[in-house]
C-alpha cells in the first residue's frame, strides 16, 4: 500500500473531498431551481445540468472510495486513476464553464441592466447563491483532480 495522499482515491480525504463537491453542486441545483425566472437565461439553465453531471460523477466516485475504504482496496492502478483523471478534468471544466457564465449574466442583470431591479420576477440573490454554491463546487473538484494528476504521474 502506498503512502496515503491528501485526496488520493481510496482514502477518507477523497471521500471528504467527493462529499463537498456532491453537497454543493447538489444545493447549486436545489437553489437555482427553486428560484422564479431562471429559464430566462441559457447559462443558468447550463448551470444546472453541468451540476447534474458533477453530482452524479462525485456520488459515483464517492460510492468508489467507500467500497475501497470498506474492503480496504488500493485503488492506484494507472487505467483507473487515468479515467478519474479524465473525468474530473472534463467535469470541472464544464463546471467552471457553467459557474463563469452564470457569473457574467448576473453581473449583466445587477450592474449593467439593472434587470433585477426592474424585474420583480428574477430571483437574483438566489441565482447569486446557487452560483456561489456551484464555484464552490468546483473548488473542491479542481482539488481532487490535481491530487488525482500528480498521484497518477508519480505513478509513471
Not at 28 to 43: E, H, L, P, R, W
Not at 53 to 58: A, D, I, R
Request: aromatic fraction near 10%; include cysteine.
Amino acid at each position: 500500500m502506498m503512502k496515503p495522499w491528501f485526496g488520493a482515491p481510496g482514502f477518507t480525504s477523497a471521500l471528504v473531498l467527493r462529499i463537498f463537491q456532491c453537497l454543493c453542486a447538489a444545493a447549486s441545483i436545489a437553489v437555482m431551481a427553486s428560484s422564479s425566472g431562471f429559464s430566462t437565461a441559457t447559462s443558468f439553465c447550463y448551470l444546472i445540468a453541468a451540476m447534474g453531471l458533477e453530482v452524479l460523477w462525485s456520488l459515483g466516485l464517492a460510492c468508489l472510495d467507500i467500497h475501497a475504504l470498506w474492503v480496504k482496496k488500493d485503488l492506484h492502478s494507472q487505467i483507473l486513476l487515468s479515467l478519474v483523471v479524465v473525468g474530473d478534468w472534463v467535469t470541472a471544466i464544464l463546471a467552471l464553464a457553467a459557474s463563469s457564465s452564470s457569473a457574467g449574466v448576473m453581473i449583466l442583470f445587477v450592474r449593467d441592466s439593472e434587470l433585477c431591479n426592474s424585474e420583480p420576477i428574477l430571483s437574483c440573490s438566489m441565482y447569486q447563491i446557487s452560483i456561489a454554491l456551484a464555484f464552490g463546487a468546483w473548488f473542491w473538484l479542481a482539488i481532487s483532480s490535481h491530487t488525482v494528476l500528480w498521484l497518477l504521474a508519480s505513478l509513471s
